[in-house]
C-alpha cells in the first residue's frame, strides 16, 4: 500500500485535520460511550472528531505513515483513541462488535472486494448500530475534484439500496456540493450519502 504512504508523506495532512460536512450533520445520532469504528480513517481527522464527542473510536487504515499523524492529532486535540494498522480485506472485523461505523470515501477497493467490505460492515455492526457512509458518484469523474479515477468503485443511489437492502436506510441521496478537505478533495464534488441502521 505504498501509494497511501506517499500520499500521506508530506508535513500537511492530505486531507486536511476537519472532519467530513457530513459526518458532522450527523452529530445528533451520535451517543458518549458509542464503540465506533473510523475505517480507512487515514490521518485520523475523522476518528479524533468521534473520540471528541466521546465516543470510544478504533481507527484502521493501512498506511501507517497516516496512522502516526493521526495519532500525533488525537494528541493534539487530548482525546484517547485506539488505532490499529490493518488490510481491511484480511483483518478479521469481528461480530456484533460496534454500535457506529464510519465509512468516509472508502472507494478505493474493486466491486468483488467492495462486496465483501460490505458484508463485514453489516457483520461487524451490533443489531440497531449505524452506518454513515459518505462516497463519490460517476460524475465525479467529471469533476476531478478527489476520488478514484475507476468508474466501477464508484456508487449510485441504486447500487447502495441494493447492497444494503438487509439493513433500514435512513438516509439516502446524491448532492453536488463543494467540499474543502485538505488538497486531496477539493471543489465541486458529485456525493452519495447514506445512514443506515442495522435490524
Not at 480513517?41 to 465516543?55: F, H, I
Not at 477497493?109 to 463485514?120: D, G, H, L, Y
Request: contains cysteine; negative net charge.
Amino acid at each position: 500500500m505504498s501509494i497511501w504512504n506517499e500520499r500521506y508523506a508530506g508535513e500537511d495532512f492530505f486531507y486536511g485535520t476537519e472532519p467530513n460536512a457530513f459526518l458532522v450533520a450527523q452529530k445528533a445520532l451520535l451517543k458518549p460511550g458509542m464503540r465506533c469504528l473510523a475505517v480507512a480513517d487515514g490521518e485520523g481527522r475523522n476518528g479524533v472528531w468521534l473520540a471528541e464527542q466521546g465516543l470510544e473510536v478504533l481507527s484502521v487504515d493501512s498506511s501507517h505513515v497516516a496512522q502516526s499523524k493521526a495519532k500525533q492529532l488525537a494528541q493534539q486535540r487530548g482525546v484517547a483513541m485506539t488505532f490499529e494498522q490493518v488490510d481491511l480485506l484480511q483483518w478479521d472485523w469481528g461480530v456484533d462488535n460496534y454500535d457506529l461505523v464510519v465509512a468516509i470515501f472508502i472507494q478505493f477497493v474493486t466491486s468483488p472486494e467492495r462486496e465483501q467490505m460490505f458484508a463485514a460492515i453489516k457483520r461487524c455492526l451490533k443489531p440497531g448500530g449505524l452506518l454513515l457512509l459518505q462516497g463519490y458518484t460517476p460524475r465525479q469523474l467529471e469533476y476531478k475534484t478527489g476520488g478514484p479515477s475507476q468508474a466501477e468503485n464508484l456508487y449510485t443511489e441504486a447500487m447502495l439500496a441494493r447492497a444494503f437492502a438487509d439493513m433500514d436506510i435512513l438516509q439516502l441521496h446524491e448532492h453536488d456540493s463543494v467540499i474543502r478537505e485538505g488538497a486531496g478533495h477539493s471543489g465541486m464534488s458529485a456525493l452519495i450519502d447514506m445512514v443506515a441502521r442495522k435490524r
